[in-house]
């Protein structure tokens, strides 16, 4: 069965600086790897979606994530963090007809 | 494009209650996912529709739980004889079906449950 590991509940960082959220899947390689995002008391918005097509994929408010099948690994990036990025992200992997294996999620803390 | 609306957005009833969530999905999408998030926790998958056909149920659906999707448009999911551990967030989803899936499912802002 898929499986989706999210290193790390909660990550802070300072406005401006790096972020990075980790992300390992199972072996077997999903179709589909997300990142979605969850702002309090809200559903969730994809940020950026791989689809094979590149490892490198880029999405919203300027995060990317790369997919590296050597580590089973599709981390999440952004250069230079805005308060505005706090949320609770998830990574997932999905089958060909859309269902979601998620991650337990990374709370993001950007300090001014 | 209005969305994946659900309602009621929250929802507080006594242990031995029914309650039924409704979910409206964006009107061409004809897959449709229900959802269960607790707290801390990623969302959990626990079943969807292709237009008015239920193709997949999740173990986490018990018996008490019913998931209805007449004439493929609108769905509803009832729980019946609510238990305090069935406090949650339900979120739904709405995707493009075979031949056009994008990868890309549509959330919801969920329906919060709270059992006292």
């Known amino acids: 069965a898929q499986s989706v590991t999210q290193l790390g509940s909660h990550v802070s960082v300072s406005e401006g600086a790096l972020v990075l959220l980790r992300c390992n899947y199972s072996?077997?390689?999903?179709?589909?790897l997300f990142w979605y995002v969850q702002y309090p008391n809200q559903g969730l918005q994809l940020l950026l979606k791989?689809?094979?097509?590149?490892?490198l994929v880029k999405g919203i408010n300027g995060f990317e994530a790369e997919f590296k099948k050597s580590e089973t690994s599709f981390h999440l990036t952004k250069p230079s963090a805005h308060m505005s990025d706090a949320a609770e992200y998830f990574c997932?992997?999905?089958?060909?007809?859309?269902?979601?294996?998620f991650g337990q999620g990374t709370i993001l803390t950007v300090h001014p | 494009d209005t969305g994946v609306s659900q309602n009621p957005r929250h929802k507080i009833t006594k242990r031995g209650q029914n309650v039924t969530f409704r979910c409206d999905p964006i009107?061409?999408?004809?897959?449709l996912y229900w959802y269960r998030q607790t707290l801390g926790q990623g969302p959990e998958f626990l079943t969807y529709?292709?237009?008015?056909?239920?193709?997949?149920k999740s173990r986490l659906l018990s018996d008490r739980f019913s998931a209805e999707r007449p004439k493929g448009s609108f769905s509803t999911l009832e729980i019946q004889r609510t238990e305090q551990g069935d406090s949650a967030m339900y979120l739904c989803?709405?995707?493009?079906?075979?031949?056009?899936?994008?990868?890309?499912?549509?959330f919801g802002e969920g329906s919060r449950l709270t059992v006292l």
């Open positions: 989803a709405s995707s493009l079906g075979r031949g056009q899936y994008t990868g890309e499912l549509f």
């Open positions: 529709f292709q237009n008015e056909a239920q193709l997949e």
């Open positions: 072996s077997s390689v999903p179709p589909y």
């Open positions: 009107s061409e999408h004809n897959r």
């Open positions: 997932s992997g999905g089958t060909s007809y859309g269902k979601l294996t």
């Open positions: 791989y689809t094979s097509a590149a490892t």
